[in-house]
T-cell receptor, first 108, second 114 residues
Framework: AQRVTQPEKLLSVFKGAPVELKCNYSYSGSPELFWYVQYSRQRLQLLLRHISRESIKGFTADLNKGETSFHLKKPFAQEEDSAMYYCALRGGSEKLVFGKGTKLTVNP | GAGVSQSPSNKVTEKGKDVELRCDPISGHTALYWYRQSLGQGLEFLIYFQGNSAPDKSGLPSDRFSAERTGGSVSTLTIQRTQQEDSAVYLC????????????FGPGTRLTVL
């Protein structure tokens, strides 16, 4: 079975502080992992995917197959990073399996 | 070009009524997905269409839910005899064919069942 776990429903940090949103997955094959973000009153959009190995808006995420994790990190959080973040997995089919999401609040 | 559009943006209905939710995918996208976003449940996959292939209905929660895609473009999600637990935001996404293509999401339809 495919499963994505985001252990933190809420995460609050101060501007300029590092932030890490945790994501663990369960899948027997080789997964494709994604982070999606939903800003207030906006539609869900792709933030980054592990196969791209790129940094978007200062965020990075590394796939750790040993720990089955795909944590999202940013060294210096900004207020505009406040949003709902969803980790998602795609394994062997087109559909995405999402975690329940983490609401990030960056305080001034 | 326009992104994925959905209508209505909000729908309030009474328990037991049927509802239809519409999705217009991005032109040229052959793959179309429906997801449900419930409070505390995150995003759940419902159904997936790809070209002329049989849809993947594995995520539909009950036989009250059905979806069709006419002409390979517009899709309609139908919920019969709505229940209060059907209240959620229903999201549609579309993509080009192929496993490596990004899914683009619509704004969603917020369904409230009274």
């Amino acid at each position: 079975a495919q499963r994505v776990t985001q252990p933190e429903k809420l995460l609050s940090v101060f501007k300029g502080a590092p932030v890490e949103l945790k994501c663990n997955y369960s899948y027997s094959g080789s997964p494709e992992l994604f982070w999606y973000v939903q800003y207030s009153r906006q539609r869900l959009q792709l933030l980054l995917r592990h196969i791209s190995r790129e940094s978007i808006k200062g965020f990075t995420a590394d796939l750790n197959k040993g720990e089955t994790s795909f944590h999202l990190k940013k060294p210096f959080a900004q207020e505009e990073d406040s949003a709902m973040y969803y980790c998602a997995l795609r394994g062997g089919s087109e559909k995405l399996v999402f975690g329940k999401g983490t609401k990030l609040t960056v305080n001034p | 070009g326009a992104g994925v559009s959905q209508s209505p943006s909000n729908k309030v209905t009474e328990k037991g009524k049927d509802v239809e939710l519409r999705c217009d995918p991005i032109s040229g996208h052959t793959a179309l997905y429906w997801y449900r976003q419930s409070l505390g449940q995150g995003l759940e996959f419902l159904i997936y269409f790809q070209g002329n292939s049989a849809p993947d209905k594995s995520g539909l929660p009950s036989d009250r839910f059905s979806a069709e895609r006419t002409g390979g473009s517009v899709s309609t999600l139908t919920i019969q005899r709505t229940q209060q637990e059907d209240s959620a935001v229903y999201l549609c996404a579309s993509s080009l064919a192929g496993l490596n293509n990004e899914q683009f999401f619509g704004p969603g339809t917020r369904l409230t069942v009274l």
